[in-house]
């Protein structure tokens, strides 16, 4: 997969070549592609933006070098992001059609914006990753990267940790412990040291359900409409998990 970067600031994206997301680059997984909006413009002073017409404060990405650019990764027909706090929020099924795509563009914005026709002419999706305003679009454009890169086979170690998350997706994810199995007096959950994997995996999803209702009300009731595959005893825990008072 390729996901193409247009910024301004590309060194700020120095932590995309780190870690899980570098090793997906080294094994040719994952190639991030980042362009400088500055190399593709014809202003004598290499200026990108320009003054809002109408008036007001800020500055507007000018069309001209944003087109070329485009151009020049030959971005016609392929998917293009615009991070923007007024675009839809980032979810889970957004990232797993993005991680089917061949090829993603992101385009990142600063100041006030960007000249609209850019949007328009490139058919731009613009997506938010939540409620709150950001100087620009280049932590948007990350949080996707990392996103979409863990979907992608082979990236994250273990191919057993997607098949696990599963059946519990849609749900939050139940607490983790690791050894020592006592530390300062604070002890690990007996069931998970029992060895018997069906009352693990049954304790596991007990706690998710408990979490999600505690903390996200709304996710469990999207559970509850779509929980049609339970097992006899996973429908008994959750009967268990929405009928009582907590
Ligand atoms: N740019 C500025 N704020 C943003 C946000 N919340 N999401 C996506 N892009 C942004």
């Not at 679009?137 to 057993?160: Q, Y």
């Amino acid at each position: 997969m390729n996901i193409h970067v247009l910024t301004l600031f590309p060194d700020m994206f120095l932590p995309v070549t780190q870690s899980i997301l570098g090793r997906a680059e080294e094994k040719g997984l994952l190639q991030v592609r980042v362009i400088n909006i500055r190399d593709y413009t014809l202003d004598k002073h290499n200026r990108t933006d320009d003054t809002p017409f109408g008036g007001g404060a800020g500055m507007v990405m000018s069309p001209e070098p944003a087109f070329r650019a485009l151009e020049a990764i030959g971005a016609q027909g392929k998917r293009i992001l615009y991070p923007s706090p007024r675009g839809k929020v980032l979810d889970q099924s957004l990232i797993e059609d993005l991680a089917k795509q061949e090829d993603v563009v992101i385009l990142c914005g600063h100041y006030e914006g960007v000249d609209q026709r850019i949007l328009d002419h490139w058919e731009m999706e613009e997506v938010s990753i939540g409620d709150y305003v950001l100087t620009g679009g280049e932590l948007p454009a990350m949080v996707i990267i990392d996103a979409v890169a863990r979907l992608i086979p082979g990236v994250l170690g273990s191919p057993d940790s997607h098949l696990e998350e599963s059946i519990y997706s849609g749900l939050l994810e139940y607490p983790h412990y690791t050894k020592p199995r006592e530390f300062r007096g604070l002890s690990v959950p007996e069931v998970l040291v029992s060895g018997n994997h069906q009352l693990i995996h049954l304790w596991r999803f007990e706690e998710s359900l408990k979490l999600t209702k505690e903390r996200r009300p709304d996710l469990l009731e999207e559970f509850v409409r779509a929980a049609d595959s339970l097992t006899k005893q996973e429908k008994k825990i959750l009967r268990g998990i929405l009928e009582s008072e907590e």
